[in-house]
């Protein structure tokens, strides 16, 4: 069987294909039109993912949407209609554009796909599961599970916004569902646009803001209280219940009432790049120990509802690492397994494995480990095609054919306190740089997270890192005892490492508290001593664990700075054009594709260095 999936039109297109239930290939529409979040029909992606199996349209044997438009399309009208006459003006906007366009998805997806080739629409399959189906499947196939709880939670798919169902086999069961518009996500991303982040890609720096509150002052404690009190109620099975008097996502043009949340917590809403503030940081910690409260309320249902000690994740809030790493310590559950692109670019994905396995009924073999690959399931690009980059650059490089020598060297750069873009194999699928389109760095060096985001992101200081450790090492630096491939996971750094803070630590300005010494791998601990850990495994990505190997035998220090190969507000690179791009444009002293080695002081000087910074909008 040989199934593409596809999703698209709200944000992060994607496209995989699937092939007698392998995953051969998956990519992100904005690695390839460099427009982050993008919502437009995943043409590249398609065609990449045909080229790589070197198959066509007609050979597929169904082609998958991530969703169905219709039943969206049914708690539109139906929101619409039972909040009227509020909404009018959302009413007028949107509705033209479903009539017109998403009203007719078959006709569309089919137009798309002619502009890849030419083939025979009449004999096309083409299939649509719902949204959380296709979540629920993208986590619960790929995983090493035979059975499991699958709990997908995210702002809204169709009606459905969080959902638990058992797989087992070849088969999954939808059991209960949260329906809009009470909703997690929602909840959460209300809380990225009040503190004035951007929907659908500020969640991250929500979470990332979050240690920074005090959770002893009575502010915190207080908007945590209110939340519950007037916001959200929460049941004792995790369901929630939104009031809708302070929300306007249902049928307005903003996520909450600005003037009714200015009341309930005594400030108004930031501005996007307006200071942060204390308050700030005291409501995205509220928010985000809320959220904790009911994924684990949510978790303890779906073990409940399955009598299943393993537990699959995916749906976008289960990219919040902070509230996944609180449910591993709990040991309601013996393994937990998380979908690595857990977002709507992870449905297309989940949509074609649910028609593998439940439309087309094809046996399930399960992998010991799971079946993503490591998400390295990107293009990638040959040495002539990078000696080619190289011409039209005139770029100055060194060719390193021995790649153990390759490693000993970029490994003795980093200990040197460089920077470096590491380009290798195939990009990855998802949202995470797990090592193919990564810059890195030493962790021990405390200057090292103020230099990679003043000086190579050009993004917000408060934001913290991810380490990369060798697999068999982590339970040296980290309170993890479980796997971390994807960097899903967050843990705190282990007593030995940290260093004592101040009496006055949480009264402290932000960036005080943000460049006091924490411990002795100070690059990758956070303010509350955590850290969202990948762990690194020879089988998956021989070449980035011979890296990180290396450094350790020089240093003693099994583990790196691992953040996206990118600036701030733009995708993650894809080809060796962009990465020498983003290399030139940034403060990176060293580049690293594949073998070929270049050194920022033997480049041509590059004209363009700041001009991205009007090209590429902040995020």
Known sequence: MKILGISAFYHDSAAALVVNGEIIAAAQEERFTRKKHTPDFPVNAVKYCLEYAGLSIDELDAVVFYDKPLLKFERLLETYYNYSPHGLKSFLLSIPVWVKEKMFIKKIIKDELKKIEAYDSKKLKLLFPEHHL????????????????????????????????HGKNNQLKILKELRFPHSVGLLYSAFTYYIGFVV?????????????????????????KIIKENLVDIKPDGSIQLNQKYFQYATGLRMVYDDKFEKLFGFKRRESEAELEQHHCDLAYAIQYVTEEIVLLMAETAMRLTNSKNLCLAGGVALNCVANGKLVPTKKFDNIYIQPAAGDAGGA??????????????????????????????????????ELMCRKNKAVKTIVSDFDLLANEVASLIADGNVIGWFQGRNEFGPRALGNRSILGDARNADMQKKLNLKIKYREGFRPFAPSVLAEDCTKYFELDSISPYMLLVAQVKKDLQTPMPN??????????????????????????????????????????KLINSFKQLTGYGLIVNTSFNVRGEPIVLTPADAYRCFMRTEMDYLVIENFLFKKSDQPEWKEKNDWRKEIKAD
């Open 134 to 165: 296709s979540h629920a499947a993208s986590a619960f196939y790929p995983s090493p599970f035979i059975e499991s709880a699958v709990l997908t939670i995210d702002g809204v798919g169709e009606w459905t916004t969080a959902s638990i169902a």
């Open 349 to 386: 994905l989940g949509a074609a494995l649910a028609v593998h396995y439940i439309y087309f009924e094809q046996p399930r073999t399960v992998s010991p480990t799971d079946s993503m690959k490591g998400s390295y399931l990107g293009p990638d690009y040959s040495d002539k095609e990078i």
């Open 504 to 545: 006055n630590y949480h009264e402290m300005p932000m960036m005080e508290k943000l460049y006091c010494i924490r411990s002795k791998i100070q690059a990758v601990t956070h303010l509350d001593f955590s850290a969202r850990i990948q762990t690194v495994h020879k089988e998956t990505n021989e070449r980035y664990w």
């Open 200 to 224: 659908n890609s500020g969640e991250y720096k929500l979470m990332g803001l979050a240690p920074y509150g005090n959770p002893d002052a009575e502010r915190t404690k207080n908007f945590i």
